[in-house]
């Protein structure tokens, strides 16, 4: 089992509807936000690029959020999602301050840190996450890796691809379509 | 052009539009941690060289401040947590690959054990010092413990103080989320550093010329092994991948140049540098000037790295 998260930049179209999924359905704090919209543009006129993405956390095999966690509180659960003990985290920051994708933010009301769960409580009744579900136009894909029938599994076994900062060494679960 | 924005609208507090987690209360305890860990490593050497006498100062008088020091530090430290009243989660666990989890293991040894070694000689400097006034007559058999034991404590600083002073820039370099901490010099810069503000420190406390020149020259060899390894670190940034080129440019041109510069290799440490070796050869120089701009260079040096840190940030 190995979740993935599989998003089409070249179907989204930036409406931001992914994040406020996320907001309602995480009861994620006021001004804040788990997952976010970036616009990435390059080049010069006339051959510039537009590259619209959905970011959050990445979910990385090699964490380094796990890694610098000094109270075991970060951790993987089967099928690859990171999440955070709230009875284990002390709000010391050292995950935040790894994470290349900045996808950490230490809760306002806690003091423990919070992220993206890939939904977690929804995946394990068989849902997909929020803002995949909402998506309208349908450019985020979410599914396990191993499962060669599955959806993400073809996605990406076609079509041209990248993961976000890839020299980081993080071994990223969310994909882009390209 | 290559340009980068939230269309989302974020702006998360200490995220966005970077990092500011980690204040001033962790550039202190970094600065509190290097300061103890060289004060409690000249402290454990003199002993087991029996040059206790010689270099009182060194050896008494400047360790007294050390469990505060750690105190403060520690105090510092856990009021910067999110959530505080849960640190005692850290003793729950060993983490290898957390830097963290070392360092608030070693501070869970280092800080009784500095009370212990300053027990072993409290009484001698302050003769009318009496447990019985604070009706606490036990702590005569801790003394008798600590002095019994006080060449296998010496011993075990040596190692627990060395750990203690590159943890504080480990903790930093570990992360290769941020480029400019991500240089692995840090570690032995922030222990040289550390070893030299607890040199400076010393030279405050000093009783005798004799010792005062002796840790003068230390800190000078110490000053000098620390400009050498700064020279390394920008170099290692300039030698390094497009981040750490970019990250670098936040010291050398960018908004804290003229704190590195300025504060840090000039005031930090060049000026000391060139006071101290007038001091020697028999200028007359207040030596406090020099162990001064240390102390601050040091603490200055902490903030900095801690602040220009969080900026830089991996490029995608």
Request: aromatic share 12%.
């Amino acid at each position: 089992m190995r979740y993935v998260m599989v998003i089409d930049t070249l179907k989204c179209v930036g409406c931001s509807d992914c994040v406020v999924a996320c907001q309602t359905e995480n009861d994620v704090p006021h001004g804040y936000c788990r997952d976010w919209v970036t616009e990435s543009v390059t080049g010069t006129y006339p051959e510039v690029e537009i590259e619209l993405r959905s970011e959050r956390c990445n979910q990385c095999d090699n964490s380094p959020c796990v890694r610098t966690c000094p109270t075991a509180a970060s951790h993987i659960i089967e099928g690859g999602i990171v999440l955070v003990d709230r009875d284990l985290c002390i709000g010391c920051g050292a995950c935040v301050e790894s994470c290349p994708y900045d996808a950490r933010y230490r809760h306002p009301d806690w003091g423990t840190i919070d992220k993206c769960t890939f939904c977690v409580h929804r995946v394990q009744k068989g849902q997909n996450p929020a803002c995949v579900s909402v998506c309208p136009t349908n450019c985020m894909y979410f599914g396990d890796l191993d499962d060669s029938n599955s959806e993400v599994a073809k996605l990406l076994a076609v079509r041209k691809h990248k993961v976000l900062a890839e020299a980081a060494g993080t071994s990223p679960n969310v994909y882009y379509l390209i | 052009m290559n340009e980068e924005v939230f269309i989302s609208g974020r702006n998360i507090p200490h995220i966005d539009p970077h990092l500011t987690l980690w204040e001033f209360p962790i550039s202190l305890y970094l600065f509190l941690g290097g300061l103890a860990a060289g004060i409690l490593l000249f402290s454990a050497i003199l002993h087991l060289i029996n040059k206790e006498d010689e270099f009182k100062g060194a050896s008494k008088w400047a360790p007294m401040i050390v469990p505060f020091a750690l105190a403060i530090g520690l105090l510092a430290l856990i009021y910067d947590l999110g959530n505080p009243l849960y640190s005692w989660r850290l003793y729950t666990t060993i983490r290898i690959e957390s830097p963290m989890s070392w360092g608030a293991w070693v501070l869970l040894i280092v800080t009784p054990m500095s009370m212990l070694w300053v027990m072993t000689y409290v009484r001698e400097l302050f003769p009318k010092l009496k447990y019985e006034t604070f009706k606490m007559p036990f702590l005569y058999k801790i003394e008798a413990f600590a002095i019994k034991y006080k060449k296998y404590m010496a011993l075990a600083f040596l190692p627990l103080t060395v750990i203690l002073g590159i943890y504080t820039g480990i903790l930093l370099s570990a992360f290769n989320a941020r480029p400019l901490w991500n240089n692995a010099i840090l570690g032995p810069l922030f222990f040289v550093s550390g070893l030299s503000t607890a040199a400076a420190t010393v030279i405050l406390f000093a009783k005798s010329a004799h010792e005062r020149h002796w840790f003068s020259k230390i800190d000078i060899l110490l000053i000098v092994i620390e400009i050498g390894l700064i020279i390394h670190l920008i170099m290692g940034y300039y030698a390094g991948n497009e981040m750490q080129i970019e990250a670098v440019k936040i010291l050398v041109g960018g908004d804290f140049t003229t704190m590195f510069f300025g504060f840090l290799v000039v005031l930090g440490l060049l000026v000391p540098l060139i006071l101290e070796i007038f001091e020697l050869a028999g200028f007359k120089v207040p030596v406090i000037i020099p162990a001064i701009l240390i102390l601050i260079g040091g603490l200055v040096f902490r903030v900095l790295m801690v602040e220009a840190g969080q900026i830089t940030r991996v490029l995608y």
